[in-house]
């Protein structure tokens, strides 16, 4: 069983920064590809970016190429997603998330952070 755990979020301006961290406990946080997903009201639940295990493997959706960076830091079991750029269209409520091994994708993750909401005013 893992955990995680979502601090953060917020409001920001357009064009501003934030970055979401995601600390993980129980089962070794090292086993698991990690993701960044994002839904927002009334759309699908979308890719954001992922990582894999060892951290040398990162995927970005087109729409946040460039803007974000996922990363993670196993020796404090914790993954962050640093959000520069950030525009209206960035608010959503986002999850980290966890399987085994990394994916292009919103689906199929075994453990769900309990999300955090993203808010860009314009």
């Known amino acids: 069983q893992v955990q995680l755990v979502e601090p953060g979020g917020g409001l920001v301006q357009a064009g501003g920064s934030l970055r979401l961290s995601c600390a993980a406990s129980g089962r070794t946080f090292s086993s698991y590809a990690m993701g960044w997903l994002r839904q927002a009201p009334g759309k699908e639940r979308e890719f954001v970016a992922a990582?894999?295990?060892?951290?040398?493997?990162?995927y970005y959706a087109d729409s946040v190429k460039g803007r974000f960076t996922i990363s993670r830091d196993n020796a404090k079991n914790t993954v962050y997603l640093q959000m520069n750029g950030l525009s209206p269209e960035d608010t959503a409520v986002y999850y980290c998330?966890?399987?085994?091994?990394?994916?292009?994708?919103?689906?199929?993750?075994?453990?769900w952070g309990q999300g955090t909401q993203v808010t860009v005013s314009s």
């Open positions: 990582i894999s295990r060892s951290g040398g493997e990162p």
């Open positions: 998330a966890a399987r085994r091994f990394v994916r292009v994708t919103a689906y199929g993750y075994d453990y």
